[in-house]
């Protein structure tokens, strides 16, 4: 049973428009997301964070979006650069200090 | 952000040898350490939950007289797998966790093993 989903294994986004990211979850325990960016060879670099008291956080081109009653999150980003091309992780975070993590979904960023 | 470091960052061996990896916090005291592997186009697959000064936490399925950790400090954790064989060859992930970041988990950049 996969608590946190990312059911778009790949996204190609042209430079300048915006990426959008899903995430779904199951576990209604969870209450706090991230999101982690990872190169080849490299591990996760953190991203951006939310709180389920929250539904909304901001930061730069990045912002991450919960809905707790459909158990989504998104990111979102924007303009997109080719920087930005990588694989994009959420991962969903018990108070009992363990996180889940998504499968993961490649991001294109095409000039 | 805080900086976690592993080493080595790729390390091929023979089958049947034992083979360490080491992840250290550089800048801040990790009182949780997690040990992940990473299969090819797959997500990070959580091996184990260290505490510094016990013993770690195996998640189901994992191996602990294989993969056998150490949480000796609040700075070093070591992951040893032991009598390697070629099914375990993969990416190798330690993140750190303490302080004021407690929900945030910052990664060492991984280390590669392949076992011929």
């Known amino acids: 049973d996969q608590q946190v989903k990312q059911n778009s294994p790949s996204l190609s986004v042209q430079e300048g428009r915006i990426s959008i990211l899903n995430c779904d979850y199951t576990n209604s325990m969870f209450d706090y997301f991230l999101w982690y960016k990872k190169y080849p060879a490299e591990g996760p670099t953190f991203l951006i964070s939310i709180s389920s008291i929250k539904d909304k956080n901001e930061d730069g081109r990045f912002t991450v979006f919960l809905n707790k009653s459909a158990k989504h999150l998104s990111l979102h980003i924007v303009p997109s650069q080719p920087g930005d091309s990588a694989v994009y992780f959420c991962?969903?975070?018990?108070?009992?200090?363990?996180?889940?993590f998504g499968d993961g979904t490649t991001l294109t960023v095409k000039p | 952000g805080a900086v976690v470091s592993q080493h080595p960052s790729r390390v091929i061996c023979k089958s049947g040898t034992s083979v360490k990896i080491e992840c250290r916090s550089l800048d801040f005291q990790a009182t949780t350490m997690f040990w992940y592997r990473q299969f090819p186009k797959k997500s990070l697959m959580l091996m184990a939950t260290?505490?510094?000064?016990?013993?770690?936490?195996?998640e189901q399925g994992v191996e602990k007289d294989k993969f056998l950790i150490n949480h000796a400090s609040l700075t070093l954790s070591t992951l040893t797998v032991t009598s390697a064989h070629p099914e375990d060859s993969s990416f190798y992930i330690c993140?750190?966790?303490?302080?004021?970041?407690?929900?945030?988990?910052?990664f060492g950049p991984g280390t590669r093993l392949t076992v011929l």
């Open positions: 260290s505490n510094e000064g016990s013993k770690a936490t195996y």
């Open positions: 991962a969903a975070h018990t108070n009992a200090g363990k996180s889940t």
């Open positions: 993140s750190a966790r303490g302080g004021s970041t407690y929900n945030e988990q910052f």
